[in-house]
């Protein structure tokens, strides 16, 4: 087994000599240079159109009681950082997958968040943001995103995070057009996403 993965690795090496190394030009785009309030408009629109809620408040803690009692959202895992204040519910203290499937819902912050794809990124190094699996296997996220922590770009979002940290990329409920090219929700994670936007943020920097 070992020579045949040598001879593998041989065939690379040699494959490699005489391409070019050169670095490739990066003339996309980097900055989208908006305002603030252009991001969080642009951002609203890409994430309503993927067919998630968007709510801005500077009172995220009422928000998410009103969403919990629209929903009847009865049983929520959180994880540890949360803020106690934003909502209660029982806190991850790595729930299998199987007891995590027994939650209606699971609440967490956001590290950033990209306007022009409506991406949502969670730093799962962050206790805010908790474990991946509590952001995959309940039915419903409500994610909280802080205002400034909103970009414009992929290449913006890059630049802040740290590439050795763990990170799911949300863009809208899950949702896969896989089986015969019909709209199947629920199927990679929560099938319902609630963005709350958290505006107190800006309101504090004023």
């Not at 252009?38 to 629109?45: F, K, M, S, V």
């Not at 929903?71 to 204040?85: E, M, N, Y």
């Not at 939650?103 to 206790?127: C, K, P, Q, W, Y």
Request: glycine share 6%; aromatic share 2%; charged share 25%.
């Amino acid at each position: 087994m070992s020579s045949a993965r040598e001879d593998i690795l041989k065939r690379i090496d040699a494959a490699k000599l005489g391409m070019d190394t050169t670095t490739p030009s990066r003339n996309y785009v980097t900055d989208s240079n908006l305002t603030r309030d252009q991001l969080i408009d642009l951002l609203e629109d890409r994430i309503i159109d993927y067919k998630a809620t968007f709510t801005r408040t500077t009172d995220v803690a009422s928000t998410i009681a009103a969403l919990v009692a629209q929903h009847d959202l009865q049983k929520i895992v959180i994880p540890s950082g949360l803020p106690a204040q934003w909502a209660q519910g029982t806190i991850d203290v790595d729930l299998s997958s199987g007891e995590l499937d027994q939650f209606d819902a699971v609440i967490t912050a956001s590290e950033v968040s990209i306007a022009v794809t409506g991406t949502i990124i969670l730093n799962h190094s962050r206790e805010n943001q908790g474990r991946r699996a509590i952001s995959l296997v309940p039915d419903t996220h409500i994610c909280i995103v802080s205002a400034g922590s909103v970009v414009g770009t992929v290449v913006e979002a890059v630049r802040s995070l740290n590439a050795k940290d763990h990170q799911t990329w949300i863009s809208g409920p899950s949702a896969t057009s896989d089986i015969e090219l019909e709209r199947v929700e629920g199927v990679h994670g929560p099938r319902n996403l609630h963005v709350v936007l958290d505006l107190s943020d800006l309101k504090e920097a004023k």
